[in-house]
């Protein structure tokens, strides 16, 4: 795997770093940073803390979203005149909510191999300790910032029947467990995974009433990077409920609670019980 090669192109390889433990670097992962021509990066800074960590000396690219377009065909050209490169994140498997698959994407229409060195990524480590259904999953990402968006996006979800999976931010994960609750209902089994991998790592399990009541009561617990998992609504599970609970979260944000529920009741033709106050 030399950094160049006159008879064939370079490859692209797209490596994961860690979330957190640097002993989660793999050996194939600090094989392929050493020898590639050069590190596409999304923060230089953070990727050379990494580096120098195990003693590989190589150069960075800054490659992020407001510059992939710009660049992606100068280092489509590198690839194809034999140079390899490694494409990066700040932690975990590059493209997961991070930039990278327009450079992957022209590098493949342009002939050139993309190779995974695969590793950390947060939402698998989180879903493989959440104790949900993992055979069928929905990863959703980051939430919309703003409040009207992200309880839209909620309430489209409501029934979905997968086990859910979101990134959030430290100071939106108050708000978001307060809309999961009027989306999803109080009761819905939810896991909350911060910090994986590292010093305050933390996973809580139990009813959204219930993470929600521990990260209000905690603000150790309102800090660090965070894996929000809820369980999805049973196979069985009455779909006048689950259209009910659509509707609620949607009427809710113009709406008192009471008539939001009322109304969302005689449209869907769930229970209001069931709507509103989040129960099952």
Known sequence: MSATTASRPGVLYVVATPIGNLGDLSPRAQETLRQVAAICAEDTRHTRQLLAHFGIEQAL???????????????VARLQAGESLALVSDAGTPLVSDPGFRLVRAARAAGVRVSPVPGPSALIAALSVAGLPSDRFV???????????????LAALAGETRTLL?????????????DCVVAFGAARRAVLARE??????TV???????LQA???ADPNQRKGEFVLLLEGVGEDADAKVAEGRRLYAKLS???PPSAAAKLAAELSGAPRKALYGGGE
């Open 61 to 75: 690219l800054a490659l992020h979203e407001h510059n992939e377009d710009e660049l992606a065909d100068r280092l």
């Open 139 to 153: 990863f959703e990402g980051f939430l919309p910032a703003k409040a009207g968006a992200r309880r839209d996006r």
């Open 166 to 178: 979101f990134y959030e931010s430290a100071h939106r994960i108050a708000e978001t467990l307060a």
């Open 196 to 201: 994986l991998t590292k010093l305050f790592e």
């Open 204 to 210: 809580l399990d139990g009813s959204l009433a219930e």
């Open 214 to 216: 521990r990260v209000d």
């Open 253 to 255: 944000a113009h709406l």
